[in-house]
């Protein structure tokens, strides 16, 4: 696609209920990354793909956050048992090299998420 | 551990009126890639500059100038006639690409708005 996507653009849950996050990356990128941005706050670092394989998930803050990319395109941000302190806008971003310090990322408008 | 600092919170200017955002950083290795995103309020993080820890020189690109002092561990941002267009928060980001690392570290951004 022209941009990277994310869907749902807003979802409101409840606590403890299970959400799942979709990121349609721009075609041919090979790297995604899931960040995730709290109130007032610069974006944090989730997890980072290479293809199929999750190369760093050292940001994922506990194991209730999971995600997959099984075709090396599309992602999915899987969050169990939410809690209230998981709301937050969470974004996807995806780039087309392999040397990743040097990327420049193209990030998504983000999947807003509120647990009530 | 890598860090980076906008400490201006807020900026309000007047419209045509030139402003400078700050940025310092932190990191304990010699390859590294500072970077600028803007993110207006549709939310879209949109890149504006990427430089590695080698180029000291500074870049302008129509209103947009950037001062990267490696001396201070600075890469401050200059936008020059400021317009209503500008205003967004703009953050500034870290890589350590020389480590491999992959992510980038973003700071606690800069909210402008511009006057008319």
């Known amino acids: 696609g022209a941009g990277v996507s994310q869907t749902p653009s807003n979802k409101v849950t409840e606590k403890g209920k299970y959400v799942e996050l979709r990121c349609d990356p721009i075609s041919g990128h090979t790297a995604l990354y899931w960040y995730r941005q709290s109130l007032g706050q610069g974006p944090e670092f989730l997890i980072y793909f290479q293809g199929t394989g999750a190369a760093d998930d050292s940001g994922l803050p506990n194991d209730r956050f999971f995600a997959v990319r099984p075709e090396g395109s599309v992602s999915t941000l899987k969050i169990q048992r939410t809690e209230r302190g998981d709301s937050a806008v969470y974004l996807c971003?995806?780039?087309?090299?392999?040397?990743?310090?040097?990327?420049?990322?193209?990030f998504g408008a983000g999947s807003r998420l509120t647990v009530l | 551990a890598q860090k980076v600092t906008q400490a201006q919170t807020e900026i309000s200017v007047v419209e045509k009126e030139d402003v400078t955002l700050d940025c310092v950083y932190e990191t304990r290795d010699t390859t590294y890639y500072l970077f600028w995103y803007k993110q207006p309020p549709s939310g879209e993080l949109v890149f504006l500059i990427r430089r590695n820890s080698f180029d000291e020189q500074n870049e302008i690109s129509g209103r947009y100038s950037w001062n990267f002092q490696k001396s201070t561990s600075s890469f401050n941002f200059t936008i020059t006639a400021s317009q209503v267009v500008d205003s967004a928060v703009y953050f500034c980001a870290l890589s350590e690409g020389g480590t491999g690392a992959n992510n980038l570290f973003f700071g606690t951004g800069t909210r402008l708005t511009v006057i008319p």
């Open positions: 971003a995806s780039s087309p090299n392999r040397d990743p310090g040097a990327n420049v990322l193209t």
